[in-house]
């Protein structure tokens, strides 16, 4: 622990973190740093002794300092918190507890995101996915989207493969648009289901879903759950490649753990389905 508090101080100065980045270049000696960070030779001197203790740097005979393997894998590690902490207010109300651990560890990755902080702007993004869409369409969600079913259907047409995961037991809940409640209607229910018996749509159910999230082979939307466990659909969307490997790798994952979309699996969701449809027109 001790060694760990050590670190973050060393880090926590923002000459210091600024002389790390600049040592990631290439070596450089302490006038060229004190010059390319405003600073003079004797703080910049100061900062090096500190950080040549700490092991993150190393002077070489001819006077130049480079980062130590320590060092490097240091600042390897600081995306994640970084980003963690340029989102703080978000991630104060939304949850990483259930996302496995390797994507925890990973999330600094999204740091090429943009955040989106209204809903609308999500369906959006989402719909963005699908019309730019050329090779695939992923998704894992709640409930389908009613803007974007009549958008999947002309990517099936396109030839767009599609893979769904969807929450085996949840019902079809109701959605807020602009603060009014829509629902997904029945008819782009039974298409999508149809799809998945024709085999046009690969689809695996999970018990639970933990992450809200649409992929393409050009960007990507990742929401992730409020403290709860339900969503509110603000989160980060990107056309980053780093950004995009990250949720490819995120849906792939839950993707091997789901239940794979039999016949009987899909006719007995159809069927829930239907009977929730039935008792909202009885109700309405």
Not at 91 to 101: A, G, V
Not at 174 to 188: I, Q, S
Not at 225 to 243: E, I, K, N, T, W
Request: glycine share 8%; hydrophobic share 35%.
């Amino acid at each position: 622990m001790e060694r760990l508090c050590d670190l973050y101080f060393e880090l926590s100065n923002e000459d210091r973190l600024g002389i790390l980045h600049r040592l990631e270049e290439g070596d450089k000696n302490v006038t060229g740093i004190a010059r390319e960070l405003g600073i003079t030779t004797q703080e910049c001197s100061r900062h090096m002794s500190r950080l040549s203790e700490a092991k993150l740097v190393e002077r070489d005979p001819e006077g130049l300092y480079g980062l130590t393997q320590y060092g490097r894998l240091s600042l390897r590690l600081i995306p994640g918190q970084l980003f963690v902490a340029e989102h703080r207010d978000y991630f104060n109300s939304h949850t990483l507890e259930k996302l496995p651990s390797e994507f925890v560890c990973r999330i600094g990755e999204l740091r090429g995101s943009d955040l989106i902080s209204d809903v609308m702007v999500t369906f959006s993004a989402v719909e963005s996915v699908f019309k730019n869409a050329e090779e695939h369409a992923w998704m894992i969600h709640d409930q389908y989207l009613l803007n974007i079913l009549p958008l999947g259907v002309e990517a099936l047409r396109r030839g767009v493969k599609i893979r769904s995961i969807d929450p085996l037991k949840r019902e079809p809940q109701r959605r807020l648009e602009r603060g009014r409640p829509y629902y997904v209607g029945e008819d782009d229910e039974e298409f999508f289901l149809k799809a998945w018996l024709d085999g046009r749509i690969e689809a695996r159910f999970l018990e639970e879903i933990d992450i809200y999230l649409y992929a393409s082979e050009k960007e990507a939307v990742v929401a992730f759950p409020l403290g709860d466990g339900s969503f509110d659909y603000l989160g980060f969307a990107s056309a980053d490649q780093a950004v995009q490997g990250y949720c490819r790798d995120l849906f792939e994952f839950y993707w091997e753990r789901g239940e794979e979309a039999t016949r009987e699996r899909v006719d007995e969701v159809h069927e829930r389905r239907r009977a929730y449809h039935r008792e909202r027109k009885t109700a309405g």
